[in-house]
């Protein structure tokens, strides 16, 4: 991956990001209800600048990414991995999001610049989706083949329509809070996000409360971006339904793509696409990874050495 330099070669300006990029996981409740905090303000910043992106589309795109690093909490061998996949006939058109076991989130939208027709489609982000449907795809270690799950798109947010697909594919009441908040020059100073979902045994009480609570965070990315950290909301806003921590762990804007393995990608096109390229260029060859919109440049004798 080739990751733009947001920091201006600041490195400690950089570790400082890094150290609050996390994950936390705890439960409340009693045990019935488990749930996920994460800070992603680095993660969000990083994305926006490697796939050069807007206001609209960095809000968009970093929902997604958010409710991805949210997801991976639960996955536990490291070659698990999770998928978001939109697919909708609004202006957005739609996206693809991944994390996985280690915390590392990549994806794309699937159209560089979202076009409104007017100002106020701005303020309804459902509008940017249309109709649609929302597929969740787990690649398990241990899983004989990925399981997937679709819903249609019913809410045109990604945390309803996500908290639609768990009740409606897995039975499991859950619930979401997606923030990335922007300051008056349209710069990203806060994102992070909440996930909660029932365990069996949950009280409907308890369930009930905690959505109230959840849904009355009205800026997380806000808190954020002022100083507060994970543990303290959570422990501030939920505190009577004590929750516990039980872990943390990091979370980054990451993607495992490299020269070499596009390398791979270029020896294994058909004879005639390769002799069209030799021929025609032009050069230096661009392959671009759609994941984290990284560039890889090839010179002619890069790929002549291909072809042997």
Same mark, same amino acid.
């Given at each position: 991956?080739?990751?733009?330099?947001?920091?201006?070669?600041?490195?400690?300006?950089?570790?400082q990001?890094?150290?609050?990029?996390?994950?936390?996981?705890f439960?409340?409740a009693?045990?019935?209800?488990?749930?996920?905090?994460?800070?992603?303000?680095?993660?969000?910043?990083?994305?926006?600048?490697?796939?050069?992106?807007?206001?609209?589309?960095?809000?968009?795109?970093?929902?997604?990414?958010?409710?991805?690093?949210?997801?991976?909490?639960?996955?536990?061998?490291?070659?698990?991995?999770?998928?978001?996949?939109?697919?909708?006939?609004?202006?957005?058109?739609g996206?693809?999001?991944?994390?996985?076991?280690?915390?590392?989130?990549?994806?794309?939208?699937?159209?560089?610049?979202?076009?409104?027709?007017?100002?106020?489609?701005?303020?309804?982000?459902?509008?940017?989706?249309?109709?649609?449907?929302?597929?969740?795809?787990?690649?398990?270690?241990?899983?004989?083949?990925?399981?997937s799950?679709?819903?249609?798109?019913?809410?045109?947010s990604?945390?309803e329509? #996500? !908290?639609?697909? /768990? $009740?409606? +594919?897995?039975?499991?009441?859950?619930?979401?809070?997606? *923030?990335?908040?922007?300051?008056?020059?349209?710069?990203?100073?806060?994102?992070?996000?909440?996930?909660?979902?029932?365990?069996?045994?949950?009280?409907?009480?308890?369930?009930?409360?905690?959505?109230?609570?959840?849904?009355r965070?009205?800026?997380?990315?806000e808190l954020?971006?002022?100083?507060?950290?994970p543990?303290?909301?959570?422990?501030?806003?939920?505190?009577? #339904? !004590?929750?516990? /921590? $039980?872990? +943390?762990?990091?979370?980054?804007?990451?993607?495992?793509? *490299?020269?070499?393995?596009?390398?791979?990608?270029?020896?294994?096109?058909?004879?005639?696409?390769?002799?069209?390229?030799?021929?025609n260029?032009?050069?230096?060859?661009v392959v671009?990874?759609?994941?984290?919109?990284?560039?890889?440049?090839?010179?002619?004798?890069?790929?002549?050495m291909?072809?042997?």
């Amino acid at each position: 991956m080739i990751k733009k330099d947001i920091f201006n070669k600041n490195v400690k300006a950089q570790f400082q990001a890094s150290a609050k990029d996390r994950i936390y996981r705890f439960i409340m409740a009693d045990g019935t209800i488990r749930g996920a905090v994460v800070h992603t303000t680095r993660m969000v910043n990083e994305m926006r600048a490697n796939h050069n992106l807007g206001p609209l589309e960095t809000l968009v795109l970093g929902q997604a990414y958010i409710a991805a690093s949210l997801l991976c909490a639960s996955l536990k061998d490291k070659n698990d991995r999770i998928s978001i996949h939109i697919q909708c006939s609004g202006p957005m058109k739609g996206l693809d999001v991944e994390s996985n076991s280690f915390g590392e989130v990549r994806g794309y939208l699937k159209t560089k610049s979202i076009q409104v027709t007017s100002p106020e489609q701005i303020n309804y982000l459902s509008t940017l989706f249309g109709a649609g449907f929302l597929t969740v795809t787990k690649y398990l270690e241990n899983a004989p083949t990925p399981y997937s799950g679709q819903v249609a798109l019913e809410h045109g947010s990604i945390a309803e329509d #996500l !908290a639609n697909y /768990f $009740l409606v +594919s897995e039975q499991i009441p859950t619930g979401f809070k997606l *923030s990335v908040y922007f300051d008056d020059q349209e710069r990203v100073k806060g994102a992070g996000g909440i996930f909660l979902q029932a365990l069996p045994g949950a009280d409907a009480s308890h369930l009930a409360e905690a959505e109230k609570k959840i849904q009355r965070i009205n800026s997380l990315g806000e808190l954020f971006a002022k100083g507060e950290s994970p543990e303290e909301i959570i422990r501030k806003e939920f505190s009577s #339904l !004590a929750p516990q /921590f $039980l872990s +943390s762990s990091r979370v980054e804007f990451f993607c495992r793509c *490299s020269k070499e393995r596009m390398e791979g990608y270029l020896k294994n096109l058909s004879k005639t696409e390769k002799k069209d390229m030799m021929a025609n260029g032009p050069f230096p060859v661009v392959v671009n990874c759609h994941h984290c919109n990284s560039v890889y440049h090839f010179s002619k004798d890069e790929l002549a050495m291909l072809e042997q």
